[in-house]
């Protein structure tokens, strides 16, 4: 896709996530989750999005991975800005 810039792509996308592994941003654990009832409108969304990862999975994994990663990031920025803002 990016011709030759391909490696040099992958290798700072290995030192930005190598990075994020050792940085103070918290992500969401699912340890956290309460199990309870889940209402069957959440389950449709649920089933779309697997089947849609089980159609490709290489590409289904990443984007997981790239919605998990961009989740604390902005929650992140939310963070630091609200106490800014209210400081």
Do not use: W
Request: contains cysteine; proline residues 5%; glycine residues 6%.
């Amino acid at each position: 896709i990016f011709g030759g810039f391909t490696p040099y792509l992958f290798m700072l996308l290995s030192v930005f996530v190598g990075l994020l592994m050792i940085s103070n941003i918290q992500y969401v654990s699912f340890k956290q989750l309460e199990r309870k009832r889940v209402p069957f409108a959440l389950v449709l969304p649920v089933l779309l999005v697997l089947s849609l990862i089980l159609n490709d999975i290489p590409l289904g994994l990443l984007c997981v991975c790239v919605v998990y990663i961009l989740s604390g990031l902005i929650e992140f920025v939310y963070k630091y800005y609200r106490l800014r803002t209210a400081a």
